[in-house]
């Protein structure tokens, strides 16, 4: 029987490590967070025979929905978010806090971040850890029959949550290397040269939109606060145009203060650009006890509806920004 047992975590061993290996190399490939969590779930579901998969990620010390499979794609994320965020005792928490996976077979009694309403009976909640500094992400497995764990399927969790920490962490670098062509210094979003190879890669097919964003009034704050105080008011609007759009969303700082998203929720934009002057230009900046207030104007295109080059769609979502920008121009001039 100790025998066998050994036999079995030296087979999971093997095997979540070269799951892991072979899902990190989609992060060299495509460098696309969703698609790295759909291929790792697919290869985990023949394990674990899963229902449904999510992954919540830690972004401020309040729950993001990075990604998720297709059987909770009409659900409003953003609401189950903000009442995750106002409650300490919802299951995620505890796996964050204790740093391992863990395995719920009914969740009647439980508050799980989806309505029950029958839909979810099982769970296994684990911990994707990087460099040992915290838990940067949740990957929740979720069943909607009962769910009666194996010995074999502890330890293959056991092993999964050990080599994700050791092998994904060090794809991590690698990606990072060649991320640094793409990457914005200053606020860590994508830059202009990324958006240019995402427009080589784009098929007429793909129905994108293209957002294009420019902050009002801030000159004005680094003419009298100074470029450095300039540099953590970019940062902290970076982030909250970040955190309000999807996982599957790009957002590009375009140059100075000028940021441009691209999704492919062509029919959402509206919407998008109404959240994006929410928590931009409705929300105060604090920095050194330091208080300012920004706006940000935003003009959009829709390709290939408009225009089947993507180029000229900048261009139209650009022009359609500055007349935004006009008509807001007194309201920060003077701030």
């Given at each position: 029987?100790i025998k066998l047992r050994i036999n079995l975590s030296e087979y999971c061993d093997l095997v979540t490590s070269k799951i892991i290996l072979e899902t990190s190399i989609e992060i060299l490939k495509k460098?696309?967070?969703?698609?790295?969590?759909?291929?790792?779930?697919?290869?985990?579901?023949?394990?674990?025979?899963?229902?449904?998969?999510?992954?919540?990620?830690?972004?401020?010390?309040?729950?993001?929905?990075?990604?998720?499979?297709?059987?909770?794609?009409?659900?409003?994320?953003?609401?189950?978010?903000?009442?995750?965020?106002?409650?300490?005792?919802?299951?995620?928490?505890?796996?964050?806090?204790?740093?391992?996976?863990?395995?719920?077979?009914?969740?009647?009694?439980?508050?799980?971040?989806?309505?029950?309403?029958?839909?979810?009976?099982?769970?296994?909640?684990?911990?994707?850890?990087?460099?040992?500094?915290?838990?940067?992400?949740?990957?929740?497995?979720?069943?909607?029959?009962?769910?009666?764990?194996?010995?074999?399927?502890?330890?293959?969790?056991?092993?999964?949550?050990?080599?994700?920490?050791?092998?994904?962490?060090?794809?991590?670098?690698?990606?990072?290397?060649?991320?640094?062509?793409?990457?914005?210094?200053?606020?860590?979003?994508?830059?202009?040269?990324?958006?240019?190879?995402?427009?080589?890669?784009?098929?007429?097919?793909?129905?994108?939109g293209i957002i294009f964003c420019d902050l009002d009034g801030f000159k004005n704050i680094n003419d009298k606060y100074g470029h450095k105080f300039g540099d953590e008011v970019l940062k902290i609007a970076?982030?909250?145009?970040?955190?309000?759009?999807?996982?599957?969303?790009?957002?590009?700082?375009?140059?100075?203060?000028?940021?441009?998203?691209?999704?492919?929720?062509?029919?959402?934009?509206?919407?998008?650009?109404?959240?994006?002057?929410?928590?931009?230009?409705?929300?105060?900046?604090?920095?050194?006890?330091?208080?300012?207030?920004?706006?940000?104007?935003?003009?959009?295109?829709?390709?290939?509806?408009?225009?089947?080059?993507?180029?000229?769609?900048?261009?139209?979502?650009?022009?359609?920004?500055?007349?935004?920008?006009?008509?807001?121009?007194?309201?920060?001039?003077?701030?």
């Amino acid at each position: 029987m100790i025998k066998l047992r050994i036999n079995l975590s030296e087979y999971c061993d093997l095997v979540t490590s070269k799951i892991i290996l072979e899902t990190s190399i989609e992060i060299l490939k495509k460098g696309d967070v969703p698609v790295f969590f759909e291929t790792l779930s697919e290869k985990l579901k023949s394990f674990l025979n899963f229902d449904g998969w999510t992954v919540v990620g830690i972004l401020e010390n309040k729950p993001k929905f990075i990604a998720y499979s297709k059987h909770y794609e009409r659900l409003n994320f953003e609401k189950i978010e903000e009442k995750m965020s106002n409650r300490e005792k919802f299951i995620y928490m505890q796996v964050k806090s204790k740093r391992r996976w863990r395995y719920i077979k009914n969740l009647q009694k439980e508050e799980i971040w989806i309505p029950r309403g029958n839909i979810l009976s099982s769970w296994i909640g684990i911990p994707l850890i990087f460099k040992d500094i915290d838990v940067y992400t949740i990957l929740n497995l979720e069943y909607f029959t009962p769910k009666k764990l194996t010995t074999k399927n502890k330890i293959f969790l056991d092993h999964f949550q050990k080599n994700f920490f050791v092998y994904a962490s060090k794809f991590l670098d690698i990606k990072a290397l060649f991320d640094q062509k793409y990457i914005d210094p200053l606020t860590g979003l994508k830059n202009r040269f990324y958006l240019e190879k995402v427009f080589s890669e784009i098929d007429n097919s793909e129905k994108i939109g293209i957002i294009f964003c420019d902050l009002d009034g801030f000159k004005n704050i680094n003419d009298k606060y100074g470029h450095k105080f300039g540099d953590e008011v970019l940062k902290i609007a970076s982030k909250r145009i970040k955190n309000i759009v999807k996982s599957t969303d790009d957002v590009i700082r375009y140059g100075g203060d000028e940021f441009v998203v691209l999704t492919k929720n062509t029919e959402g934009v509206n919407k998008i650009i109404n959240r994006i002057k929410q928590f931009v230009s409705k929300r105060e900046i604090s920095i050194d006890n330091q208080v300012v207030n920004i706006g940000i104007s935003c003009g959009y295109a829709i390709f290939p509806d408009e225009t089947n080059n993507l180029q000229e769609a900048l261009n139209i979502s650009d022009m359609r920004m500055y007349k935004e920008k006009e008509k807001n121009k007194n309201i920060y001039k003077r701030r």
